[in-house]
Each structure stands twice: as C-alpha cells, then as structure tokens.
C-alpha cells in the first residue's frame, strides 16, 4: 500500500437544481434526483499551452480540470492516447480531413473506460474507501478490476450474464469479485444502487459517478492540444449511457473558456446501434422524454436501454449543431473492417457502430468536404473477435511450396469491407 496523500477530493452539486453536497460517495440529488457534478473552485488558477506541454503524457497534464486538490495517487499512465490522421477513412466518408482518436490502446485496459477509473479510483482513495466495484456492459468490469488491483483495493463487478467472453476473462484474471447478472445492464444497474447503500461500497458509475464522468472529458482536451490546439468542426462518438457525448461538449467548452483554443466548438455527433438507440431516437423524434428500450444488438458495450445522461448527451448533440446516427448489426461488422482496412486500427463493436454512423452521417450529408471530423475509437477489437470471425474470408492452407502460392496469386483477391460491405465507399 502507498503512503498516505494529500490528494482530496472538491465538493458536488446538482446539475439541475444546484443543490450543493460535501465530497462523498452519493449517487444522485437528493431534491430532484438529478446528476451531479464536482464544483470547482472559483479561485483555481489554469495552466497555459506551455505549461500542459511540459507535463507527462498522461491525462493528468490536464488535471486543473479534473476534480482533485493534489497529486493523483493512482493510473498515472492513462490517456493521452495517440491521435491519427486517416486519409483513407477521409476519402471513404467523403470529407476533408479525418483523425482516429484511438482508445483502442487506452492503459492499462485498452478502452476509454479506463479515463473515468483513472479519476474514479482516485476518487475512491481520497474518501477512503476500501472496496470499489461497478454495474458494467464489459469495458468498465476490465477497468475496475485493473485500477483496484494496482490499488490493492478489492473489486466486485457487476455485468451482464451473456457478455463476450474476453470481457469476463479480461475482469477475471485481475482477481476480482466477478458476478453474472441475469438480465440486461439496466438491471444490473438497479442492483448496484441497492448494493452501494447496503454495504457502502464505491461503486464507480453509481455513487461515484459525479467524479468517474469527469473523466471523459480528458479525450476532448487530448484532442485539441494534439491537433495543435485546434478543434475539429465535428467529432463522432459512441453512446451508452450517454456520459462521454455530453462532457465531450463540456470538455471542449472548457478549454474554450481557459482561451487555449478557439472557436467554434465542434458539431458533435453521437453513434448507436439501431437494436438500442434510445438516445438517437430522442434526438430524431424531438420529444420531450427518452423512451428506454431492450437492447438486442452485437454492439454489447454500449447496449443501454435506460441511459443515465441520454437527455444530456441528446442536449449536446442538437444545441452544438450536430446530430445522430443508428445503425444495423450488419453494418456494424462493416465498420469495423472498413476502420481497420483504412487505417490500421482494430475496433471493438462500438468502434464499429461509429464509423458506420460516421458512413451515414456523412451520406446524409450531414459531413462534408468542409469537414475535420475526429473519430472517437473507444475499445479493442481483440476483446470482440466473434462478430468479424465468421465474415473474413479463411486463410488458405498450403505446402511450403512456391507453385502453390502462385496459384493463390493469380486468383482473385477476395473482396474488401469496402467492395462488400459498403458500396460507393
Ligand atoms: C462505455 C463505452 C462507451 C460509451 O460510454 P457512455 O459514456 O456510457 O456513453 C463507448 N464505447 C465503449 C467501448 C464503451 O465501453
Ligand atoms: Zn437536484
């Protein structure tokens, strides 16, 4: 175990009706059951370009806009996940430029979800908490489990019953307290809240979730410095719960405000599968509340039917002049060869479902050849081999012999994602 710090953590409030609360493990407003925010101080003094650029390469550099006083005890390695042009996908999607922000690689646990456990389990060690734990679609289970182990910290984990088997291997082999849930995420959540109050433990996205959101602010700050402090005209990300799309907008906003970079923000576009769009169909459909659906899609990671911030994320994406996008299963897969066959980059399902919604946004015509767009890359493809196994085409088998792979060579190649999947491309 590490020495005792001096990290602490700020205070929170309402987002909605501004109730203030002390820095402690709670999961919504008491008054209005809203969400709730960290409240940062009034008198904090932000660094400038210069001063970001000399700090390691970490999500920390940024850590004036994170809701800690003090150093971070704990993930000094997350973030700052590398930023790629892609003048392929740039030409496949028709617009002027695109970038790959790859969270595929994300430390330790290769999705964006170890952003929000970097500052969640930070958060956890300045309240003293001894035990951590999570209602996950599979992403957030490998995350926890990672952080808490280097913390020395116990872990129980709550997912799905029928998630991908290298999620349940890749939370098991950290030693954690892995529990199947059956039934959906949603119900999986409800458990947790139950079990956050019996036994006070911290759950990350439940009464911890004012500090764990603000980490995915992180990914939008890494964005601007890296496209040398410029911001992109649209970004494309996936939606689950809705976190990421909404402080994506309030990540860019404040680094508008602290004058780092400058205007306009970017239109931003969120991305789901069409067997769980609650939050693009609120967007599409302009009503006043988000129906929940069941989830009935390979896009596992982010199949929320009941989305925490899906009013915020919805918010986000219409008022910053963006919009959304839901797509099949089938294009799914197709997104995810069309990403790695135009850029190198392996995807996960999610990753899949926002490049194909980049593909019909911008048929739409919603993304153009005015447009920078950044793609949000947000897990692994190794961690969901199942769904493109079946479509690639099997390697031939032959002897070691030259003749026999000259016959392969005269043949004809077999078809691309591009050719097969996405006509016109
Ligand atoms: C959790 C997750 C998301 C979306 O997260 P929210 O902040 O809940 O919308 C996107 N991509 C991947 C791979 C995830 O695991
Ligand atoms: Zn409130």
Known sequence: MLAASTLTLLPQHCKLCGT??????????????????????????????????????????????????????????????????????????????????????????????DRVVASAINAAHALGLGVVGCASTGNLANAVAAHAARAGLPAWIFIPEDLEPAKVIGTAVYGANLVRVRGHYDDVNRLCV????????????????????????????????????????????????????????????????????NGPAPKLFGAQASGCAPIVRLVESGAAKLTPEIPNTVARSIAIGNPADGPFAARAMVESGGWGAHVSDAEIVAGIRLLAET?????????????????KLAREGRLGQDDEVVVCITGNGLK??????????????????????????AARPAPSAREAGFPGA
């Open 194 to 261: 139950q079990l956050a109050d019996r036994f006070g433990w911290g759950i990350v996205n439940v009464n911890l979730r004012g500090y764990y959101g603000e980490g995915s602010k992180t990914m939008a700050f890494e964005i601007a410095e890296q496209l040398g402090w410029r911001l992109p005209t649209a970004v494309v990300a996936p939606m689950a719960g809705g976190s990421l799309l909404t402080k994506l907008r309030k990540g860019f906003g404040e680094f508008l405000s602290a004058e780092l970079v």
């Open 20 to 113: 203030e609360y002390p820095a402690e493990p709670i999961a919504i407003c008491s008054e209005c059951l809203g969400p709730l925010e960290p409240t940062y101080p009034r008198d904090r003094v932000y660094p400038d370009r210069d001063d970001i650029e000399r700090r390691a390469p970490s999500l920390w550099r940024y850590r004036e806009w994170l809701p800690f006083d003090g150093e971070p005890v704990y993930s000094h390695d997350t973030g700052f996940t590398p930023l790629i042009e892609a003048p392929c996908l740039a030409a496949a999607l028709g617009v002027g430029r695109a970038w790959v922000k790859n969270d595929a690689v994300a430390q330790p646990t290769l999705s964006f979800k």
């Open 343 to 359: 850029t190198g980059v392996f995807t996960e399902t999610a990753g899949g479902t926002t490049v194909a919604a980049a593909l």
């Open 384 to 409: 969901t081999t199942d769904v493109v196994r079946d479509v690639l085409p099997e390697a031939p088998v032959v002897d070691a012999k030259v003749r026999e792979v000259a016959a392969l060579v």
